[in-house]
């Protein structure tokens, strides 16, 4: 298990409010191109693909991905 | 029959060179041979060349009495350039093409590109990262040199219409215009395309993927400066949400690839009133330039779930079919007769086992296999298919404008380099610890330079044993290629990681098969004999 599941993050109520504040006022597509590149991004600073692979899984809902 | 067969495929195929058709052969109707090849393309060619180099009788059957012109394969690898300089034509494919190292990728107006890549990163090497060469120029540089090879026959307007497999030999029934025949032959290789006929008629499957987009391939001949580089454009103002690719080719000929989408009239989209258009919105309204060929194409990933049945072989497009970002059908093909064409020779010889053809098996496959899943993620980048899968490629553009990370993720097409075959059951594994450097068993030989010359000039065609110092051993069928005494040999040394004492035993494909830090007899002849297909199950 390569990917952090526990608490990890202090200000977990922050950079939430951080998230959602990125998505005020756009269309629905034009989150969906903010939130490619804020994907590509973490992906890239994770840089563990063994960890990304799990996440991926974990959000797919289906863990026999 | 056979002329009827030939008027047909006159009509559908375009003629660059007449090549007189082959009248029957004093054996019809019924002959013995021991090697039969299906297929005058390049992959057929080359096959024949190697084996008929090592001294074997070749019969190469090819249906049409002509060299075809057309949109065929233009771009030719580092590794198929090494493999062609094996079979004697690398410098005068070299010398006739378009040499190019360089690929830059542009999206939509800008004209600063957002990823470039080099296909030559380890310079000091004999052969350029890519050629670009129209096949039919490739296809007459191989005929001459088979040309010169007697034992090398090319049967024109020869065309094959029944297989019978059998357990000794391969029953081949052919067809031409002066008459039908029959080839009793000990080993057939179907060189013969993506449309196999051999394969077709063996009933073989070919089983894979269809992508769901248009490609207009437009080759047309006009003066001009542009450097030697492939151009890739993503979304560019010339074909919004498309992609064009641009490749120089010898003679003034560009190569020019417009996507055009799924849901289009084929047959119109060739004809030139709808082709200068796109042409014009590229180049500019004034540009001139003469149509050679325009095809439109579909794109396909399939293999065939073995390449040896018995003794019947399937080499290049029969085998396998990729798209074409990133040049891996032709290089591909070649790289499977460069594996094939020393195991036969052995088996033939009676020195291997008919086992070690199931090497090539394994070896072909694996790289078929690493050339669908490039080929396949490059398609799938290049014409996303579903607007999610569009959007994480524009992300990947945009962001590749600002931070380098993103630019690894641009793929537009990863273009054909050797393939490893780093479990390949024809490696000894290493017993030495080389502190990760040198070139492992089951890759490539690294060209280096050497003496007045080049390395790979000297490894090929027998087993060789590349020394630092003479280790003194006498091992029967291996020659010792000692370079301690040798002038130029210090990035030799370096790449191969051989501090005195110690060799590395290289295949004749030019790969590695084992290396020892202090080789002794006995473990090299049993490498030499694992690679010749001892140990395969």
């Known amino acids: 298990m390569k990917l952090i599941t526990s608490p990890n993050i202090a200000e977990a109520d922050g950079i939430y409010e951080t998230l959602i504040a990125l998505h005020a006022g756009r269309s629905e597509e034009d989150s969906m191109v903010v939130n490619a590149r804020l994907i590509l991004l973490l992906i890239n600073h994770i840089g563990d693909v063994e960890a990304v692979e799990e996440a991926i899984r974990h959000a797919s809902g289906k863990e026999d991905l | 029959?056979?002329?009827?067969?030939?008027?047909?495929?006159?009509?559908?195929?375009?003629?660059?060179?007449?090549?007189?058709?082959?009248?029957?052969?004093?054996?019809?109707?019924?002959?013995?041979?021991?090697?039969?090849?299906?297929?005058?393309?390049?992959?057929?060619?080359?096959?024949?060349?190697?084996?008929?180099?090592?001294?074997?009788?070749?019969?190469?059957?090819?249906?049409?009495?002509?060299?075809?012109?057309?949109?065929?394969?233009?771009?030719?690898?580092?590794?198929?350039?090494?493999?062609?300089?094996?079979?004697?034509?690398?410098?005068?494919?070299?010398?006739?093409?378009?040499?190019?190292?360089?690929?830059?990728?542009?999206?939509?107006?800008?004209?600063?590109?957002?990823?470039?890549?080099?296909?030559?990163?380890?310079?000091?090497?004999?052969?350029?990262?890519?050629?670009?060469?129209?096949?039919?120029?490739?296809?007459?540089?191989?005929?001459?040199?088979?040309?010169?090879?007697?034992?090398?026959?090319?049967?024109?307007?020869?065309?094959?219409?029944?297989?019978?497999?059998?357990?000794?030999?391969?029953?081949?029934?052919?067809?031409?215009?002066?008459?039908?025949?029959?080839?009793?032959?000990?080993?057939?290789?179907?060189?013969?395309?993506n449309k196999s006929t051999v394969r077709d008629l063996?009933?073989?499957?070919?089983?894979?993927?269809?992508?769901?987009?248009?490609?207009?391939?437009?080759?047309?001949?006009?003066?001009?400066?542009?450097?030697?580089?492939?151009?890739?454009?993503?979304?560019?103002?010339?074909?919004?949400?498309?992609?064009?690719?641009?490749?120089?080719?010898?003679?003034?000929?560009?190569?020019?690839?417009?996507?055009?989408?799924?849901?289009?009239?084929?047959?119109?989209?060739?004809?030139?009133?709808?082709?200068?258009?796109?042409?014009?919105?590229?180049?500019?309204?004034?540009?001139?330039?003469?149509?050679?060929?325009?095809?439109?194409?579909?794109?396909?990933?399939?293999?065939?779930?073995?390449?040896?049945?018995?003794?019947?072989?399937?080499?290049?497009?029969?085998?396998?079919?990729?798209?074409?970002?990133?040049?891996?059908?032709?290089?591909?093909?070649?790289a499977d007769i460069d594996n094939l064409g020393w195991k036969l020779d052995l088996v033939l010889r009676g020195e291997a086992d008919t086992e070690l053809l199931e090497s090539y098996n394994i070896e072909a496959v694996a790289t078929a296999d690493e050339n669908i899943l490039n080929s396949?993620?490059?398609?799938?980048?290049?014409?996303?298919?579903s607007k999610v899968s569009a959007i994480f490629r524009d992300a990947v553009l945009e962001l590749a404008r600002t931070f380098p990370f993103a630019r690894s993720f641009v793929n537009s097409g990863r273009l054909s380099t050797a393939v490893c075959y780093p479990d390949g059951p024809l490696n000894t594994p290493d017993r030495d610890d080389w502190h990760g450097s040198g070139v492992v068993p089951g890759s490539p030989a690294l060209d280096a330079p050497l003496e007045d010359g080049w390395l790979l000039e000297r490894l090929g065609e027998r087993f060789v044993l590349l020394s630092n110092g003479d280790p003194g051993l006498d091992v029967p069928d291996v020659e010792l290629l000692d370079v301690s005494g040798i002038a130029h040999n210090e990035l030799?040394?370096?790449?191969?990681?051989?501090?005195?004492?110690?060799?590395?035993?290289?295949?004749p494909d030019q790969y590695v098969a084992a290396r020892w830090t202090s080789p002794d007899a006995a473990a090299v002849g049993e490498a030499v004999a694992r690679a010749k297909g001892a140990k395969m199950p």
């Open chain 2, 1 to 193: 029959m056979g002329e009827a067969s030939l008027v047909q495929w006159r009509e559908r195929v375009p003629v660059w060179r007449e090549k007189e058709a082959s009248p029957l052969p004093a054996g019809a109707p019924r002959e013995k041979a021991q090697i039969v090849i299906v297929g005058t393309g390049p992959v057929g060619l080359a096959q024949a060349i190697d084996l008929g180099q090592r001294g074997h009788d070749v019969i190469v059957l090819g249906r049409f009495d002509f060299v075809p012109l057309g949109s065929k394969a233009i771009c030719f690898s580092k590794r198929s350039l090494d493999i062609l300089d094996r079979l004697g034509v690398g410098e005068k494919a070299v010398e006739r093409g378009v040499v190019w190292n360089a690929g830059k990728v542009f999206w939509k107006d800008e004209r600063e590109p957002v990823y470039q890549f080099d296909m030559l990163p380890v310079k000091n090497q004999k052969m350029p990262g890519f050629i670009n060469i129209q096949q039919y120029h490739l296809e007459d540089i191989l005929l001459d040199r088979a040309g010169k090879l007697p034992n090398i026959d090319i049967r024109w307007g020869h065309e094959v219409t029944g297989v019978e497999p059998g357990h000794t030999d391969v029953g081949v029934s052919v067809s031409s215009a002066a008459g039908d025949y029959r080839i009793d032959a000990e080993w057939l290789i179907a060189c013969d395309g």
């Open chain 2, 202 to 334: 063996l009933g073989l499957d070919f089983d894979g993927r269809v992508f769901e987009d248009n490609f207009l391939i437009a080759d047309i001949r006009m003066k001009g400066e542009r450097p030697s580089e492939r151009w890739f454009w993503f979304d560019p103002p010339f074909n919004p949400g498309q992609s064009v690719l641009l490749h120089k080719q010898p003679d003034d000929v560009w190569r020019i690839d417009f996507q055009l989408g799924w849901n289009i009239d084929r047959e119109a989209c060739v004809r030139p009133e709808n082709v200068d258009p796109l042409i014009h919105a590229m180049l500019g309204p004034d540009v001139e330039y003469e149509p050679e060929w325009y095809s439109v194409y579909t794109f396909q990933c399939r293999r065939m779930a073995r390449f040896v049945h018995g003794r019947v072989l399937f080499a290049g497009d029969s085998a396998h079919l990729v798209s074409p970002f990133g040049a891996r059908g032709c290089n591909g093909g070649f």
């Open chain 2, 376 to 385: 396949t993620r490059s398609t799938d980048f290049i014409t996303p298919k």
């Open chain 2, 492 to 507: 030799l040394l370096e790449r191969y990681g051989l501090c005195t004492g110690a060799a590395t035993l290289i295949r």
